[in-house]
C-alpha cells in the first residue's frame, strides 16, 4: 500500500546516523456513475471534487467523461464528496449531491465504487419578522430536502430540491416564544415571507400500556398545512410548541403501530 522509496548509497555509520525513510501511501482509485432521478448524467462539465477533511488527504478533482462516469485517484484519509453547479448561470437553479457522500479511503484499499446521486434544487429567498421587524433565527426545512438556513439581520437563502415543505423558526423574546410555521411548495426559484407569531408550549407522555417510553417521535400536523415533531426523552415526556390552530397527531416508530390523537 505504499510507494517504493530509493534512497542514496550510504555506509553503515551513515545509516546508524538516524536517516528517515518516508512512507508514502499509494492513491486509490475511486469511481462511478452521476445519476440524476436513477439515470445516468452524461455531462463532462459537471464538477465533481473530493475535499479532503483530515491528516493524508488531498483535495483533489475528479475526471468526467461524456457517459456520465467519472474518476479520481485518493490519497488515504477522510473526504467529502461535493458537486455544484450553477445550472442556470443565475445562481437560482442549482445540481448538487442528493446528500452528503462521506467518503474514508484506507491504505492498501481495493479501487472504490462510489456512484453519485444528483439532485436539482431552486433557490428560496426569504424573510424572517416579528411584528415587520426583522429577526435573526435559524429556519428549519423540512421535506424532500431537510436543510437549514440563518436568517442574518432576517434574510435568508436555502436551496432546496422541488416538492413540499415545512418551515420553521422560533426565537424567545422575554419569556414569550415565537414560531414560524409555514407550509409551501417548491416548483421554482421563489421569495417566502415568514412571520413569528407568539407560540403555546404544549406537552404530554408517551406510553405503552401505561409505561412510558422514549425517543418516540410525535407529530403535531396543523389543519392549514405545516407539522412539527417533537421527541419524547428517556421518562416519555415531550414538549412542543405550537401555533394556535387545530391539529393532528400521530405517533409512529419501528416496532410501535401507528397512533394518533385528535
Keep these: 500500500g505504499y510507494l517504493s522509496s530509493t534512497e542514496p548509497a550510504r555506509n553503515p555509520f551513515e545509516w546508524q546516523g538516524g536517516v528517515r525513510v518516508p512512507l508514502v501511501a499509494g492513491n486509490i482509485t475511486v469511481s462511478g456513475e452521476l445519476r440524476l432521478d436513477g439515470a445516468r448524467i452524461a455531462d463532462p462539465t459537471i464538477p465533481v471534487a473530493f475535499r479532503a477533511l483530515g491528516p493524508g488527504a488531498e483535495t483533489a478533482q475528479a475526471a468526467v467523461d461524456g457517459s456520465g462516469r467519472y474518476t479520481v485517484a485518493l490519497s488515504p ?59 435573526s433565527p435559524v429556519v428549519s426545512f423540512r421535506g424532500p430536502d431537510a436543510r437549514t438556513a440563518n436568517a442574518t439581520d432576517g434574510a435568508f437563502t436555502a436551496y432546496l430540491a422541488a416538492g413540499s415543505y415545512t418551515a420553521t423558526a422560533n426565537v424567545t423574546e422575554g419569556l414569550d416564544t415565537y414560531l414560524v410555521l409555514h407550509a409551501f411548495d417548491v416548483a421554482s426559484p421563489m421569495s417566502v415571507s415568514l412571520a413569528l407569531v407568539k407560540a403555546t408550549n404544549v406537552t404530554g407522555s408517551v406510553r405503552d400500556a401505561g409505561n412510558p417510553i422514549g425517543d418516540i417521535p410525535v407529530t403535531f400536523t396543523a389543519q392549514g398545512g405545516g407539522s412539527v415533531t417533537a421527541t419524547s426523552d428517556a421518562s416519555g415526556q415531550y414538549h412542543v410548541f405550537l401555533l394556535g390552530g387545530a391539529y393532528a397527531v400521530t405517533v409512529d416508530h419501528p416496532g410501535t403501530a401507528q397512533a394518533g390523537a385528535g
Excluded: H, W
Excluded at 464528496?81 to 448561470?89: H, I, K, M, N, P
Excluded at 436539482?120 to 424573510?127: E, H, K, M, N, W
Design 77 to 135: 484519509g477522510r473526504y467529502a464528496a461535493e458537486v455544484d453547479r450553477d445550472v442556470s448561470g443565475t445562481g437560482e437553479v442549482r445540481l448538487q449531491l442528493k446528500e452528503a457522500v462521506p467518503l474514508a479511503v484506507e491504505v492498501a484499499a481495493a479501487p472504490i465504487p462510489l456512484d453519485l446521486d444528483l439532485a436539482v434544487r431552486y433557490r428560496v429567498d426569504g424573510t424572517v419578522a416579528l411584528d415587520g421587524q426583522p429577526r
